[in-house]
């Protein structure tokens, strides 16, 4: 009997085939058990997509070309830029020396005098310049808050403003300690409560009523805050200050200077082109990014952006600079996402599955996996905390939460030895965040 080469083929390779549709249907079964038909999920959207990165092939897809609003799962595309335009260490700003003065060219650099860092190069070269300073300020095309933000976060430490020129983390850290001295004046009672902010502000400040817990507010429109006694022994609050552009920023600057730091006039300006320039380089890249991605700090995720504009476009435009980056470096993805700013805090955004997918491998072929798995938080740590630690790292991923909203996209580490490259989306649920952390946990250690 004369067998056909394709019945050959068919043969050899039946296998093979069968083993991939015997992989997709117990994928397929782990997600809708899971995820897809689990009753808390069943008026939410869901979004699938898992990727062996190094084939190409999808090994899951459910729902993964359709939009779904990222949350912080939009800091993978800052990330992204970031990792790849950003040199080694942060530029924190351009001197130009002139005869009779200095021109300092705001970057975007949000560790200036940022508690975070005690390391500060350009605060001391600033420190040692004894000619007068004047700040650029011409190259900010950014809002201070992003579009689709929601308006009544403004004094809440993660929706922070973003600015050219950002100083001490556009924050004012308040504290409370308490001490049981006695109060030599009235015996039996005590001296108990001490309040102070870093940086040290003269804006008013007024007292509330006592609460539960230490507290802040801002005014919506100006400088002014109201302080809310606690019971703690010792509490932090962070709070967002209005930044009026560079003024705010300049006031503390000369504060902690104890000198002059003057906006530039537009003479000045002309007169620095072509005097030599020098860039004042901050913190390690990676050091901002690990912390920006295990935390989810808004704020660094916004001003990345912004400073990956001014290397590339030499102005801090977020709108611009997303169109840049859609144009060129992920001009290959697989859907056009709507992309409005750097952290995720807007609604606005919406992104796909495969467009994350898509950026991820974009991640792991363009940069060592060392580096990838110094930024990304493994399963234990950070926002990923609530997901289980195995003998070794199983997941490095980001997550991305808002009301109503639960994603996780980055990194899984399969029964075969890969890396494989996942994304799931959750859209318009009204469901327990710890109980879908779970099923997203369970739906990770099947595969």
């Not at 000619?131 to 809440?156: H, Q, R, T, V």
């Not at 001003?303 to 997303?322: F, G, N, R």
Request: with cysteine; hydrophobic share 40%.
């Amino acid at each position: 009997m004369r067998i056909s080469r394709m019945c050959l083929w068919a043969i050899a390779f039946l296998p093979i085939l069968l083993g991939a549709c015997s992989m997709q249907q117990k994928i397929g079964k782990a997600a809708n058990a899971l995820l897809i038909r689990d009753s808390s999920l069943l008026q939410a959207h869901v979004g699938i997509a898992v990727q062996d990165p190094e084939t190409g092939k999808f090994l899951y897809q459910y729902q993964s070309d359709k939009f779904f609003t990222p949350a912080s799962n939009t800091k993978i595309f800052s990330a992204y830029a970031a990792m790849k335009h950003l040199p080694v260490k942060l530029p924190a700003a351009i001197l130009t020396d002139m005869d009779t003065a200095v021109l300092i060219t705001p970057t975007g650099d949000p560790s200036f005098l940022h508690p975070e860092f005690s390391r500060q190069p350009l605060f001391e070269k600033l420190k040692s310049i004894q000619k007068p300073l004047y700040m650029l300020n011409n190259n900010w095309n950014s809002m201070a808050l992003g579009m689709g933000w929601s308006w009544d976060d403004y004094s809440e430490e993660y929706m922070t403003e973003r600015s050219a020129f950002p100083v001490y983390g556009n924050q004012v850290q308040w504290f409370q300690q308490k001490s049981k001295k006695e109060n030599p004046t009235y015996p039996g009672d005590t001296i108990d409560l001490f309040v102070y902010s870093n940086p040290e502000v003269n804006w008013p400040v007024d007292f509330g009523k006592s609460r539960n817990s230490f507290g802040v507010q801002r005014n919506q429109s100006s400088n002014a805050f109201q302080l809310f006694e606690g019971k703690e022994q010792q509490a932090t609050v962070a709070v967002p200050f209005i930044t009026n552009g560079n003024l705010t920023g300049l006031e503390l600057l000369k504060d902690t200077l104890h000198k002059e730091v003057r906006l530039a006039s537009e003479g000045l300006v002309n007169a620095a082109k072509g005097k030599f320039s020098e860039t004042i380089y901050s913190q390690p890249t990676d050091t901002l990014l690990r912390n920006m991605m295990y935390r989810s700090d808004n704020f660094y995720a916004d001003q990345c952006l912004e400073m990956v504009s001014q290397v590339l476009l030499k102005k801090m435009d977020e709108s611009a600079i997303i169109q840049e980056l859609l144009k060129k470096d992920l001009s290959d993805l697989p859907q056009t996402p709507r992309w409005v700013d750097g952290s995720g805090l807007s609604r606005f955004n919406q992104f796909t599955p495969e467009d994350m997918i898509k950026v991820l491998n974009k991640i792991k072929s363009e940069q060592p996996w060392e580096r990838i798995t110094g930024i990304f938080a493994p399963a234990g740590t950070g926002t990923l905390r609530m997901y289980k630690t195995k003998k070794g790292p199983f997941i490095y991923a980001k997550s991305g939460s808002l009301t109503g909203v639960l994603c996780l996209s980055g990194f899984v580490y399969s029964n075969d030895k890969k890396w494989l490259t996942f994304s799931i989306m959750i859209n318009n649920h009204n469901a327990s965040g710890a109980v879908l952390r779970k099923r997203i946990e369970g739906f990770l250690e099947g595969l």
